[in-house]
Every structure is written in C-alpha cells, then in structure tokens.
C-alpha cells in the first residue's frame, strides 16, 4: 500500500496538515501574472520559493514558465530586501526586457514586512524603470488563505496598477476568467465571441501556457492580456467575474476604482453555471443568443439524457478549490451522482454552507472540509467508500489503493496532458467532463463485469 | 547576431573561439553583473600536471538573473533527507515548501515488507498561518509531532524550518530536545534549513550531514554479518538508480550497511558507522558526513562513479582493490565479464547512430561531470558543462581545498567540530595499508573534479542564467542539453532535446550497467527523433502559390 498508515478512524488534528489540498500563494500570484503579455513575474523572498514555483507550473503546464526572484540572503532578510528588489529590476529590463514586472511577495518578505509600492517608486526615481514599462505587484503571504488567494491578490494588483477610467463608458465586458486552464480562458473568449459580446479577458493565458512548439522560443509568447487593454479595463461598461474567490476581489476593485459594476458568477463548470454565464452576458449585453450556443448546449443535455442511468446515484469524493469544487458538486448533482466526500485546503466559511446547500438533496451523508486536507479524505471514504474519485494527481495514491476510479481535475495535474488544451467550462467542456466521467466508471465496469455479463453495448 | 553560429558556418566546435562566446554571453548585462558572471563563465584548460583554471562559485545568486538553482530547505529536506522511507519529516512553515517537496523528485524505496514503514508518500506540515507568524509557532509544532507520533509511532520525526521560521524566532531545535524526552521512543531532531541561509541547496545539504550525522549516526553499534562492508553515499535513488546500485553489490558480495539516502532507512544511518568503507557518488552533497566518519570513527571514503559501465566496472574493482582481497576481485572480474557483453552490443549499436553529437550539460553538484563519461561511451562530446550549486573543489578538484576562501554566506553555516570517538574510533587502515593502496593506484579521500577531465577550450559556466542558456543554442545548436524541469521546455521549444538529469524525466535507472543500456537508449531516443523535422507544416516550407483553385 503507497499510503499504509492512513487509518480509517478520524482522530481530530488541529496542528498537523497532512497531504495538503492547497499550496502557497505565490505560486497562484505567478500564475495569474504570466496571463499578462509580455509580463515576467517576480518573486520577492529568497529563491527557492520562485524555484518551487516555477518547477510545479512546469510540470503541470510541461511548458516554460520564466520568472525571476529577489534571491534573499541572510543580510537581506535581516535588513529588509530593498537592495536586492532594486537591483533585481534594474537587471530585469536591461537583460530580459519585459513590458511589465508583476512582483509578489513571499512569507519572508512579508514577515519582514518589505513596502513593496515605495521600493517601486524608488526604482522609477532612480530611473531604473524605461518609459512605458511597468512595475506591479501584490502582497501574496503565503500564511494567509491559499494559491487561490494568491491569484486573486495578483489579480486585484493588475486592476490596482493598470486599469484606467478615461471618463466614458465603451460597450464591452470584461470578462475575469478565474482560476482555470490556459485553454477555459480561451473557450470563455470562443462563448463570448459567439455571443457577439466585445470583450476583455485578464488574465488570460491561453497562447502562453499552451503555446505551439514551433522550434523558436520566445521568453514572451504572443498570449496574455496586453497593458492597453488593462487600462481599457477601466473604461468597460462592465465586469463579469468567474469564481468567487479567484476574480471577486479583482472585479470590486475595478468597480471601486473606475465604477465598472461587476456581476460575479460561479465558474462556468456544468450545466447550470454555464447558463448562468451566458444567460447574464446575453442580458448585459442585450444580445440573442445565436443557435450555435443552443447546439452546443443541448448536445450537453443530450449526453446526460442517454448516459443518465451510469451516473444515477454513483458515490463522488472530490479535492479541489473553492470556485471549481462549487460548480463541479453542482454539476454532479444535477447529474443525480452523489457527491458524499469534499475537501478544499483553502480556508473560507462560505465554501461549507454553498456545498451543504448544493448537495441538500443528495440522498446520503456530506463530509465537506474547508481546512481539509487529502489525509482527511482519505479517512472519510474508507468508512463510506465511494464509485470515484476527482482531483489532482496526488489522489492517485489513494485511487490505488482503495481501487477506485479517479478523474483528474484541477491542479496540479503532474502526470497526464489535457488539462491545457481541452477546457472543462462551458457546455463543450461539460461534455469534456462527462466523457472523462463515463470513461472511467464504464472501464471500471468492464474491468470487473463477470464473463457472462460483459456487455457490448452500453 | 552571433558572429560564431557554428551550424551556419558549418565548422566544428572547435572552430568556434570560446573566448568570444564567453563576451558575447556577457555582452547583454549591466557592468556589474558582467563582471561577477565573467568571473563563473571560464574557458577551460587542463595542465599536464591537471591544474585547470580558477572558477568562482558558490557565490549569491544575482537578483533579477533568472537562475536555476533552489534553496537551503530543498537542499535539506528535498534532497538529502527525503529519498529515506522511515522518517516523519515535518515541515515547519507555511504550506507551500512541504507541498512543492512532496513526491516530486522521483525518489524511489522499496520498504522490506507489507507493515514496514514508509512516510515518503505523505507530506507533513504544520501549515502555519498569520497567527504563528505574529505570535510564533512553537505550540504548534509542538502539536503537530504529538499528532504526527500518535498517529504513526514512527521511530524518528525530523523538523525542517522554512524562511519565516527563523525571522520569528521559533527554536525548532529546543523543541525537538523537549518532544524527543517526552515521546522517550521517537528520536526527534530538527533542521534548521531556511531558506535564505547560504546561497543555494549546498547549504542546506551540509545542514542536513551534519544533523544526521549528530543525531543519528553511531546510535546503533550491532556489528551486522560480511566481510566487506560498506556505506554508500550520496545516492538518492532516482528512477531506481540504488536498485541497480544494490543489485551489483549483492553479486559481487559486499554488504551494504548504509545509502545516504536513497531506498534506505534510519535504522541503516544509525548503524552505518560499523561499515568499513565509505564510497561516494554525489560529492557536493555528501562528503561532509564521510568526511566526519573517518575523523570519529575511522573509516575511509573513495569517490566512486557508478554512472557510465566503464565508470562502474572501475568504481567495482576500486572497491575490490581497496579491501586487497583476491576473490572478491575476482568475483568483481567476474560480474563485469558477465554484464560488458550485452552493454557493448548497445553501445555498439547507438554509437553508430549518436556519434559526434554534441552534449551541454549543466546540473546538479555531481552529474553535470559524471554523466560526460556516458556520453563519450557513445561518441558524444561535452562542449560545455556547469553545476548549479558546487564548490570549487568539485570543479578543480580536491587539491584546492587549501586555497578556498570562506566567505560570509558560508561561514553561516555550521562546521560541526568532530573528534575521534574514545571508544569507537578504529583506523580501518594501517599508515603501511594506505601506502600500499596509493602504489595500486587508489586514491583515497580524492576527487579531480569537473575540469581536469574537460578538453580544453570546452566553456565552463557555474550556475548558468536563462539568458546565457538561450545564447548557447543560439550559437552552437548542441544535439542534447542536459538540465532540470526550468530549463526544460524551453530548450525544447527552440528545437533541442532536452534530457532532465535531476530526476530523469520518466526514465532511469541510468546507473550501473543496466543503466547504461537504458541511457544510450533513451539519447538516441532523442537526438535521432522524428519529431525534430516536425516543426514546419509543408506549407511553411513550400510557401509558394501556383494559383487559385485549379485542381490539376
Ligand atoms: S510557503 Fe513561503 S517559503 Fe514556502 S514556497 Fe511558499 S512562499 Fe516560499
Ligand atoms: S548532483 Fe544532482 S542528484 Fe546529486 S545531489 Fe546533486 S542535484 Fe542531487
């Protein structure tokens, strides 16, 4: 057994994380940044967080993802890391010249208490920052929330340094896709798009995250939201923020700042949240949703119709962050599958009383966990064992071991490709969903039907 | 741009001036960092006695030049301490640093049975958060290895600090003298590995010698059964390179009492002082713990390489001629005589496919060197090469130890003073012993380093900057580049294979014979894969128009 000393009975810990369900915030702060084009992000600490940071993007993207760091000695940690912050911008432009430095901060830095706005300022005094490129930043303490935290904080900065009101109201969105996949931002473009609704995404990392191997490597790839755009953010006649917590924060300040109202929605994951996103950016815009939509959205529905009797009643346990775990759970619910198992790291009081909400119906106990962590789960479904499992690459231990099912979703994804490239958002990366769903309990199904009653059809 | 851009030229490497690539690599950067880079970037030239150049390294890493290199706790707790099975290692921080270390460097183990302990799969953290930080986190810790104890009874916890552990002021290691009374069987010792001490994981490599080392080495004295014992150390069994480590162990009969750390045990660091030999793999990691061995309890190290066949059969006999005994040199003989056959056919067979390509290598403390003689076994040639981390006796070798100035980031981190055990010292070898084995050509406590076993002209670069990698392959297109996962997909992107020699992708195991065989596999695998002529649809390549829909 890979985890043997899991045991089935839940002793209470109150000091002791173990197999976490969430990571620091910076990692989160990093990778909303490299949704800027042109933007190099900077980890203001000492280096091995940038070095931790940059290894799991990579290996959860399997593409290059660039940052630079502080690199915090001893000396830097007593005296504060002005010095090292100034000189690291200096080097910055003149060797790897970005349009924008998006700088987080680290639990070092933070505990040093750095002011990272005034070292800015000092680097624009002393003329180490070119006319027309930008230094941002976002304070992003990783002993506070989680990664999804972090995204959001560093979100909030791009609305905090770039957006811009230039007095009048233009007709387009702003749409903040959340938390998700280089290819859901993309597909969130595709359905707004199709809608006919103009439109500004940050931070969007499709093109970056997946870019096309082509045999040239640029630092900067041609994705990402660019710094015009940004300040045109401003001038939006509205914002629609996807997840709570990854774009909530972002979408209040611009409305604080530049009076973009906001509407902030659940992501896009499933049915009804789906419908949600596009029944709320047809009204904004007052447009007719086209019949490629409706295509695409009974196609959805059509699935569920003729697969409904795999999905009936099946027990889920699922691992994940906030936004995602909230669509998902409603999701399977009103795909009449049990959700009996859930877990986020990232704290939150909300995130319990929405699942208890969601699943109020589920005919079966709920385990739902805020400060959970996947040790937690574990426990929990050796008690009340469950048809399948979804989450991130770590879950495949358990999957093992318990032999049951498992459907990657969320992050990070270290071992198997996809998650950049097909979205799960929208009523297409519903049926993404389901085919993942049905392929994994269909195989269980045929891995163990007896001789006589494996069936061809199903 | 480059004056030098040897596929256009079409001339070999040789050709291309490495003294020029060196200013065209430092061209880009503002006068200071220019000038500490150019001190790390030499072109290399071995003397006939094997003096090589000056190289300046372990020194900070420069804010804003994007490196490679991690930090103290990953040097620590990631590499040293985390490839063994039956420790409870407690991170003590925030949640990130025990997250990013948790399963991802590709350790392997393979505990004895069913009920034996292995924690490796599990990450353990005390999740600090704001409250901690601002009242410190003491209790809590304190909590988390009663929680963790009660849990697991695990016969040793370990404590790893991260960066705001220190600033806050929390005493890991009073906490674990406290928690080590009170459980009475669980060892307890803690590290303190936060990350801004030194200026790279080296750091944090010689913090965790030295706490294995204080806290565990020497604890149990049961003298186990063989002939010849040894230590391995400094192998951490990535992608099973230790299985196959151990295999050739067993065959030629010497027991291996202890591996610091891979597929190993605290029960076998305990013991590991009865052996009587210590070999090294990876010196930059480990040779402060044999180092400390021979001066407490006398045992002697060698260097060995098990990485290359020619490397293995002479790191085998190396150890046969150390214990002087003729049927262990024989039955030595004899596994090489009955593994070479099937290596050969291989090396035969990919050289014809791999020979006079070019590799670059820059990783680690030890593999950038050892995994050149791989290489040459298939005809590929180093052009150039670097660590991320090392010191400078791993490039120059040994013989500068003398002259190696201490600087402050270094002497922040603790030489322990070690003395000969009264009880438990014994010389393994007489002064007549070691004579002898210096005239029968082994050495002893030595290591030559990186560069004495370069050709000259080849560049050397300590911890090689993103923008210098890119520069490189601008200018000498190498078949392979050889690094970890930041580099990786970048160097792919510009159409070079990239073979990660951290945790070898999803290969390995490379070491030993049959690792061999795998290793010259997989870089034809890559240097010879279809997929390089790929990168231009037909259209790119043939954009002309004939004219518009005429089928004909
Ligand atoms: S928890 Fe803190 S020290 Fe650890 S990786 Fe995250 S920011 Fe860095
Ligand atoms: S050479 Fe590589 S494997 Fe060895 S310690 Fe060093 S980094 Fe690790």
Redesign the pocket.
Known sequence: MLLRHTPKEVKERTALTINPAKTCQPIGAMYAALGIHGCLPHSHGSQGCYAYHRSTLTRHYKEPVMAATSSFTEGASVFGGQANLLQAINNIFSVYEPEVIAVHTTCLSETIGDDIPQIIAKARDEGKIPPGRHVIHANTPSYVGSHVTGFANMVKGMVDYLAKSNGHKENRVNLIPGYVEPCDMEEIKRLAGELGVPHIMFPDTSNVLNAPQTGRYHMFPPGGVTVEELALAGSSVGTVALGRMASGPAARALDTKCKVPCEILDLPIGLKATDAFIDTLRQIAGVTVPDSINIERGRLVDVITDMHQYFFGRKVALAGDPDQLISLTQFLVDLDMWPIHIVTGTPGKKFETRIKEITKDVPHPVNVRATGDMFLLHQWLKSEPVDLLMGNTYLKYIARDEDIPLVRFGFPILDRVGHSYFPTVGYRGGLRLLEKILDAILDRQDRDAPEESFELVM | MATVNAEELGAPVIDINAEEVKKELLSKYPTKVARKRAKQIVVNEVAPDGAVPEIAVNVRTIPGIISQRGCTYAGCKG?VLGPTRDIVNITHGPIGCGFYSWLTRRNQTKPPGPEAHNFMTYCFSTDMQDEQIIFGGEKKLRQAIQEAYDLFHPKAIGLFATCPVGLIGDDVHAVAREMKEKLGDCNVFAFSCEGYKGVSQSAG?HIANNGIFTHVVGLDDTVKEGEFKINML?E?N?GGDAFEIERLFDDIGVTLISTFSGNSSYEYFANSHTADLNLIM?H??INYVAEMMETKFGIPWIKVNFIGAGATAKSLRKIAGYFENKELSALVEEVIAREMPAVEKVREEVKANCEGKRAMLF?????AHHYQELFQEIGMETIAAGYEFAHRDDYEGRRVLPSIKVDADSRNIEELHVEPDPERYRPRLAPEGIERLAKAGIELSGYEGMMAEMASGSLIIDDISQFETEKLIEIYRPDIICAGIKEKYAIQKSGVPMKQL?SYDSGGPYAGFKGAINFYREIDRMVNSKVWKYLKAPWQEHPELAAKYVWE
């Open positions: 590499v490599h400094g951490y990535i990876c930059r990691s990783v680690g403390g030890s593999r951290h």
